[in-house]
């Protein structure tokens, strides 16, 4: 799609022509006058809906660079139906500059035959317009009105040229405006008069035509020939391209602009032999349509929650209710909602490519993230998370440990060593649920029924974790070595249940470090969790605390600060005794749970309904859980 440009037309009519007795020289043909404001502009496209244009004058809103680097000051001649403004140039700006948000030129006309003439037209208000032709690069919306256009303010834009036009613009023709669009200007109600807009000044006044000096004129081509030189061979040089080059370009006698192309084209082909990486900085204009939906989202999502932040663009969505947001959604598709009632809006609102199936799907998604965040795991912290790519069947290696070195002698070979390893397999497995929203909710305005619900789905999916996680624990399935989990076997498991006390707390740390591996080799493990259903939270968390002394006052406590207790009410309706000891799962593997790949937690889906009459939700977990190794637990069924 070629890239749009916009005119905008100013009147000259209203300036104070301070100078305009004074003489102008042959030698300072210059004009200086506002080329653009924050004025509001209506404009409409072909394929776009009316809208209105403010441009923003703050430094970081308005590239100068075109204005200040020479940009042509041209002379608007008429309108043909093909080929638009016949435009041709009688200046050139030296100067521009941002000034009580407004923009400001310095430009100094030609001195050519048959200036003088057109300088007096614009002295006497022959030629009364400025036009100044822009570049936008990035807009937002800042407005979103009903029944009159949106408000958007521009804020990157560029100005290319300056036009001085003879002939003043009417705001229904559109003379001297773009080919491809239509602009008004914005007029008082009240006095049915357009606003005033620039107020241009002009530095001297032209009375006759210029004689010229053919010695300057020679002077002056000459420097710029040597400008010219001087800028080719610095473009080639800041690249590394050979002299030769620019020597050529210098004797064919081309432009700076036209050389820049020649040296990016030879850049490409030694490229072509010669790769090379590079980097550049891709700026990316944020689309409105989403934009427009994270605002609403966020807007419904204070409703439901107030005690979440608005930003200052949802605040204009904030006291609309689901039917006022369903039709906000309809209109922006182009569809007129007056005269439909609350139930054709909101059946309408889940049609065709509407946004509020979009919204609502985010307030879901929001409100199912933070739910699943704040849902208490408490499995997290001892047990080892894992992912994997897909469906099959996980295989995990228990690894032994490494054999032992042996001493090399001077000339001597080293010996081969094998690991031996034992295997751990679990499949992913997926749990889910389906529930529909219908446009009764909208109508309604249940703003839980897209909050809470997905919130509930987020609980259950944390719940579910939990369950599996502990449910190893308390099962005590046997492994790959058809030995249960916790087993005389294994040496992770007392004959005789004991109490949390020092003694039994001594004994089960002494039979974690004792651990050995597969080639029979101490482990040396270090307990770091303490494992209690609900009924023994406090006697543990007395016994890892460093106030507490165990039996008797003259006795410290050796386990204070030993352990971290977690605290796990589903082992009690297995047990309220029964405790366990986890090392870190850094250190060795214990119990490991494991998500889809990029699918770490629980997921939504949004639909259109088929089976009802608005939208469905989706919630999906992919999870699984699996006991490794067993050297790393240990149990003890209490007393």
Excluded at 222 to 241: F, G, M, P, Y
Excluded at 526 to 533: D, E
Aim: proline share 3%.
């Amino acid at each position: 799609m070629a890239e749009q440009l916009y005119n905008r037309n100013f009147d000259l009519n209203a300036t104070k022509r301070a100078q305009e007795d004074q003489e102008t020289s042959s030698d300072n043909l210059v004009l200086v006058f506002p080329f653009s404001s924050e004025e509001p502009y209506l404009r409409a496209g072909f394929f776009e809906d009316p809208w209105i244009e403010i441009l923003g004058h703050k430094s970081e809103e308005v590239d100068l660079s075109r204005l200040n680097s020479g940009a042509p000051v041209l002379l608007n001649h008429g309108m043909s139906s093909t080929e638009g403004a016949s435009l041709r140039s009688v200046g050139v700006t030296t100067r521009a500059w941002i000034e009580n948000d407004r923009g400001y030129v310095e430009v100094k006309m030609s001195r050519r035959d048959g200036m003088g003439p057109l300088l007096q037209d614009i002295v006497d208000g022959i030629i009364p317009n400025v036009s100044v032709g822009y570049r936008i690069n990035e807009r937002q919306l800042i407005k979103v009105n009903k029944d009159s256009p949106h408000e958007y303010r521009v804020t990157r834009w560029q100005p290319l040229e300056v036009t001085l036009c003879d002939i003043p613009a009417d705001s229904t023709v559109g003379i001297g405006r773009s080919i491809n669009t239509i602009e008004e200007r914005i007029v008082d109600k009240e006095t049915m008069e357009e606003k005033s807009v620039v107020e241009p000044v002009i530095a001297q006044r032209a009375v006759e035509t210029p004689k010229i000096d053919i010695e300057q004129v020679k002077a002056d081509v000459l420097t710029a020939e040597r400008k010219r030189a001087d800028e080719i061979k610095q473009v080639c040089r800041s690249v590394s391209i050979e002299d030769t080059l620019s020597d050529d370009m210098i004797k064919r006698g081309i432009t700076v602009e036209d050389a820049r192309k020649e040296v990016l084209d030879a850049l490409a082909k030694r490229t072509e032999k010669t790769p090379v990486s590079s980097r550049a900085d891709i700026h990316t204009l944020r689309d409105e349509t989403e934009t427009r939906r994270e605002l609403m989202a966020e807007a419904v999502m204070h409703r439901a929650r107030p005690s979440n932040q608005l930003s200052d663009g949802a605040r204009q969505y904030a006291g609309l209710t689901l039917v006022d947001l369903a039709r906000e959604c309809v209109e922006v598709q182009g569809v007129k909602t007056r005269g439909m009632d609350r139930f054709q809006i909101a059946g309408r609102a889940f049609e065709g490519t509407s946004d509020l199936p979009n919204i609502l799907a985010n307030v879901a998604n929001k409100s199912l993230r933070a739910a699943y965040e704040a849902a208490p795991r408490t499995f997290t912290a001892w047990a080892r998370q894992s992912s994997a790519p897909d469906f099959k069947t996980i295989t995990k290696t228990v690894l032994s440990d490494a054999p032992a070195l042996e001493a090399v002698t001077e000339n001597g070979e080293f010996k081969r060593g094998f690991v031996t390893d034992g295997k751990e397999t679990y499949q992913l497995a997926t749990v889910g649920k389906i529930i529909g929203l219908t446009r009764q909710a909208i109508i309604n305005d249940d703003m839980s029924a897209f909050t809470r619900i997905p919130a509930m789905f987020a609980t259950a999916a944390a719940n579910y974790e939990s369950d599996t996680v502990y449910g190893i624990l308390t099962a005590n399935a046997a492994l790959a070595d058809s030995v249960a989990l916790f087993h005389s076997t294994h040496a992770n498991l007392t004959g005789t249940g004991t109490a949390i006390a020092v003694t039994s707390l001594g004994v089960a740390r002494t039979m974690m470090r004792k651990q050995k591996t597969i080639k029979n080799v101490v482990m040396n493990l270090r307990p770091r969790y303490l494992i209690v259903p609900a009924a023994l939270e406090t006697i543990a968390a007395q016994y890892v605390s460093a106030n507490y002394v165990a039996n008797q006052s003259s006795t410290i406590n050796p386990f204070a600060g030993a352990f971290e207790v977690i605290s796990e009410a589903r082992l009690d309706d297995n047990s309220a005794t029964a405790w366990y000891l986890a090392a870190d799962p850094s250190m060795i593997d214990t119990i490991e749970y494991c998500y889809l790949e990029g699918q770490n937690g629980v997921y939504i889906e949004t639909r259109q309904g088929f089976d009802v009459d608005g939208m469905e939700i989706k919630a999906r977990l992919d999870f699984a859980a699996k006991a490794i190794d067993y050297r790393g637990l240990y149990k003890n069924v209490g007393a």
